[in-house]
C-alpha cells in the first residue's frame, strides 16, 4: 500500500502552460518536502512546508499544504523548458527522520 | 563544500554474487540514510544511522542486507548474495544532528543503480 499517491505520474506540456501536481495520503504528516531529480542525480530539495495551510512561493512554483496536513500541491506557472524533470513528493512521520516518498511526477515541458 | 558521495555509480553482477556499496556523507553529518527505488516503485527508506548507531533499521528487506558507519563517517552497504529483485537505484542521504526533534534538510548522492542478472 503506498502511503503518498502522487498524480499525475506523467505530464507533457508546452512552454507557457500552468500546471498543478498533487500529493494525497490518509495519513497525517508533520512535514511534507518537495524535491526535484535530473537523470543520474539524486533529489535535491525545493520546499518543506509544516504548518496546515501553508502556501510558500518560489520564483514560479506555488506550494500548497492542505489543512489537515495530509495533502499538497506544487503548481508553476508558466513553464519553462527548464522545469522538465522528475517532482518528488516526501513526508516526515512524527518524530522519525526517515522520508516515505511519492513515486514522482515526470514532467516534460516542450518549447 | 562537497556533497554526498557514492561508489560505485553502476554496479553490474550475477545472481548470488557479493556487491558493497559505498557512501560518504557531507562532512560533519551524524544522519546517514539509506534509501532504495526499484523500478516502477517510490524511492523507500532503508535504514538510519546517528553517527555509529543504527537509529531505524526497519527498511531493510532481509538478512542479505547489512550497512555498516564504522566511526561513524563513511557506511557501507553490502548485499550477500545478490537476488534479481535486488536491482535498482541506492540512494544515500545525510543530514545534520537533529535537535528537539526537527528534522533537518537530507542532501541526497546520485545514487548507484544495482543491476543483478
Known amino acids: 500500500t503506498q502511503l503518498l499517491e502522487q498524480s499525475p505520474q506523467f505530464l507533457s506540456i508546452q512552454e507557457g502552460e500552468n500546471l498543478t501536481v498533487y500529493c494525497n495520503s490518509s495519513?497525517?504528516?508533520?512535514?511534507l518536502q518537495w524535491y526535484r531529480q535530473e537523470p543520474g542525480e539524486g533529489p535535491v530539495l525545493l520546499v518543506t512546508v509544516v504548518t496546515g495551510g501553508e502556501v510558500k512561493k518560489l520564483k514560479r512554483l506555488t506550494f500548497q499544504f492542505g489543512d489537515a496536513r495530509k495533502d499538497s500541491s506544487l503548481h508553476i506557472t508558466a513553464a519553462q523548458p527548464g522545469d522538465t524533470g522528475l517532482y518528488l513528493c516526501a513526508g516526515l512521520r512524527g518524530s522519525q527522520g526517515n522520508l516515505i516518498f511519492g513515486k514522482g511526477t515526470k514532467l516534460s515541458v516542450k518549447p | 563544500e562537497a556533497g554526498v558521495t557514492q561508489f560505485p555509480s553502476h554496479s553490474v553482477i550475477e545472481k548470488g554474487q557479493t556487491v558493497t556499496l559505498r557512501c560518504d556523507p557531507i562532512s560533519g553529518h551524524d544522519n546517514l540514510y539509506w534509501y532504495r527505488r526499484v523500478m516502477g516503485k517510490e524511492i523507500k527508506f532503508l535504514l538510519h544511522?546517528?553517527?555509529?548507531?543504527?537509529?531505524?533499521e526497519s527498511g531493510m528487506p532481509n538478512n542479505r542486507f547489512l550497512a555498516e558507519r564504522t566511526g561513524g563517517t563513511y557506511s557501507t552497504l553490502k548485499v550477500q548474495p545478490a537476488e534479481l529483485e535486488d536491482s535498482g537505484v541506492y540512494f544515500c542521504?545525510?543530514?545534520?544532528?537533529?535537535?528537539?526533534?526537527?528534522?533537518?534538510?537530507?542532501?541526497f548522492g546520485p545514487g548507484t543503480r544495482l543491476t543483478v542478472t
Open positions: 542521504a545525510s543530514s545534520q544532528e537533529r535537535l528537539a526533534g526537527v528534522s533537518y534538510e537530507q542532501y
Open positions: 495519513s497525517v504528516f508533520s512535514s
Open positions: 544511522f546517528v553517527k555509529e548507531s543504527k537509529q531505524d
